[in-house]
């Protein structure tokens, strides 16, 4: 059974920096894709970054760039998303995911088999 459970969100201030973390379990990933998305009241999920498991190549979505960084730890099997400079419209709940397979960082939630229960991030004075 694989599992995948974020940590980390919480409340912080315009300008300020979060680290979320995802710990996952159940399986081995040295051969997938992982990634972060998020997910705001009456809005769509969307993208916000992934990372091959194995290469440790990265990719993050426009909104982000400059921000965020995805990385991995291969050692504790945990995937982290450091925030930084954080506006209110980065406020959402985080999602951590895998793919089942396949190393490729895709930007579509469709493509990513195994999800996280989320964790809230709220960016407000």
């Known amino acids: 059974q694989v599992q995948l459970v974020e940590s980390g969100g919480g409340l912080v201030q315009p300008g300020g920096s979060l680290r979320l973390s995802c710990a996952a379990s159940g399986r081995t990933f040295s051969s997938s894709a992982m990634g972060w998305f998020r997910q705001s009241p009456g809005k769509e999920r969307e993208f916000v970054a992934a990372i091959s498991w194995s290469s440790g190549s990265a990719r993050v979505a426009d909104s982000v760039k400059g921000r965020f960084t995805i990385s991995r730890d291969s050692a504790k099997n945990t995937l982290y998303l450091q925030m930084s400079s954080l506006k209110p419209e980065d406020t959402a709940i985080y999602y951590c995911?895998?793919?089942?397979?396949?190393?490729?960082?895709?930007?579509?939630?469709?493509?990513?088999?195994?999800w996280g229960q989320g964790t809230q991030v709220t960016v407000s004075s």
């Open positions: 995911a895998s793919r089942r397979f396949s190393g490729f960082t895709s930007a579509d939630a469709r493509d990513y088999t195994y």
